[in-house]
């Protein structure tokens, strides 16, 4: 029997270590970049219910009675969806805490007429971090239109 080749059981400590250590320093250099990504998405996908919650409201004004209003409460940070006729609340959503709503042109309650056409057209502005949109109630049928600035 050759005495020659040991049995390798294992990692010292020190290998062990410095494989964490590693690991560690990649991680910290990632997370950044991970984080972020996190934020743009929950940011776009905001952007993506509120414009789906405006034609929702104008689908059931459509559909059922023209008694949908939608408030839109900068100060509060909300919008909601309130059906008049039977005098409940849709749904409500609130705008994440370092957002700002400036309402421009655009006035709250936001009313679509039996066949879709907005009463009172206008815009307003959604401030983030990282991004501003323009958000564009156009004359007619049209739908809402979201623009990245």
């Known amino acids: 029997m050759n005495r020659s080749h040991r049995n ?6 020190a290998e062990v270590l410095l ?3 590693a690991w560690s320093v990649l991680l910290l250099c990632i ?7 996190v934020i743009n998405m929950e940011r ?3 952007i993506r219910q509120l414009e789906s919650d ?18 839109i409460r900068p100060e509060l940070k909300e919008y909601y969806l309130y059906d008049y006729k039977q005098k409940e609340v849709v749904y409500e959503r609130k705008f994440p ?30 401030y983030t971090k990282d991004q501003n949109y ?16």
């Open 54 to 71: 405006v034609l929702l409201a104008q689908q059931l004004t459509m559909e059922n009675h023209p008694y949908y209003l939608l408030y």
């Open 134 to 149: 323009r958000v564009v109630f156009p004359f007619g049928k049209s739908r809402v239109n979201i623009i990245e600035q």
């Open 31 to 37: 997370a950044p970049f991970h984080s972020q990504a």
């Open 44 to 46: 776009k996908e905001y």
């Open 97 to 126: 805490k370092n957002w700002r709503i400036d309402m421009l042109t655009l006035t709250s309650p936001i009313q679509f007429t039996a066949d879709g056409t907005i009463k009172k057209p206008g815009t307003m502005l959604i």
């Open 19 to 21: 494989v964490l250590l």
């Open 8 to 13: 390798y059981n294992g990692f010292s400590l």
